[in-house]
Antibody, heavy 120, light 109 residues
Framework: EVQLVESGGGLIQPGGSLRLSCAASGFTVSSNYMSWVRQAPGKGLEWVSVIYSGGSTYYADSVKGRFTISRDNSKNTLYLQMNSLRAEDTAVYYC??????????????WGQGTLVTVSS | SYELTQPPSVSVSPGQTARITCSGD??????AYWYQQKSGQAPVLVIY???KRPSGIPERFSGSSSGTMATLTISGAQVEDEADYYCYSTDSSGNHRGVFGTGTKVTVL
């Protein structure tokens, strides 16, 4: 059974850093495209970043240069390193999987989300 | 930046048909996907590659795409279909970015 479990969220001051983790089971993270998607309170979904199975990474303009997506194949875990955090980064952060062999990247499994609150 | 536009809300009576549109310039070249999100829950994929339904999704959910518009149709809407619905696609400009639509609140009453 495919499962994604995020952790690492919490309250952080503006300008601070946080690393989110997404532990995967039931499949191999390195064989799939993996993404982060966020949702600010009361707002819609926003795509944040993707890491391809080959290792290429891409980011939304709103986080480029501040956030870094990575994975640890030995731990089958996806990460999102978030630096220089701003109030507008406050959101629930979801990790999501793209099915292997897909012609496009979309999301068939999602984690339950972890809340990041940026506030002084 | 690339945008996908949806109506903010759609209301439907139980048993009737709800249609949600998603407009985007790249949709003639890129697939549309649809997600259902109920309050406090993670999104669930209900349609992929314009019109395919994942296993476990009821047959009343269907999708289509023509030109710059994709449409999610709920035929015979049920009370449990009340949720937010988001279309999703990828940017066709080669920057490998995902884009969600603005979201539509579907009310069944």
């Amino acid at each position: 059974e495919v499962q994604l479990v995020e952790s690492g969220g919490g309250l952080i001051q503006p300008g601070g850093s946080l690393r989110l983790s997404c532990a995967a089971s039931g499949f191999t993270v390195s064989s799939n495209y993996m993404s982060w998607v966020r949702q600010a309170p009361g707002k819609g979904l926003e795509w944040v970043s993707v890491i391809y199975s080959g290792g290429s990474t891409y980011y939304a303009d709103s986080v480029k240069g501040r956030f870094t997506i990575s994975r640890d194949n030995s731990k089958n875990t996806l990460y999102l390193q978030m630096n220089s955090l701003r109030a507008e980064d406050t959101a629930v952060y979801y990790c999501a999987r793209t099915p292997s062999g897909s012609r496009d990247y979309y999301f068939d499994y999602w984690g339950q989300g972890t809340l990041v609150t940026v506030s002084s | 930046s690339y945008e996908l536009t949806q109506p903010p809300s759609v209301s439907v009576s139980p048993g009737q048909t709800a249609r949600i549109t998603c407009s985007g310039d790249a949709l003639p070249k890129k697939y549309a996907y649809w997600y259902q999100q109920k309050s406090g829950q993670a999104p669930v994929l209900v349609i992929y590659e314009d019109s395919k339904r994942p296993s476990g999704i009821p047959e009343r959910f269907s999708g289509s795409s023509s030109g710059t518009m994709a449409t999610l149709t709920i035929s015979g809407a049920q009370v449990e279909d009340e949720a937010d619905y988001y279309c999703y696609s990828t940017d066709s400009s080669g920057n490998h970015r995902g884009v969600f639509g603005t979201g539509t609140k579907v009310t069944v009453l």
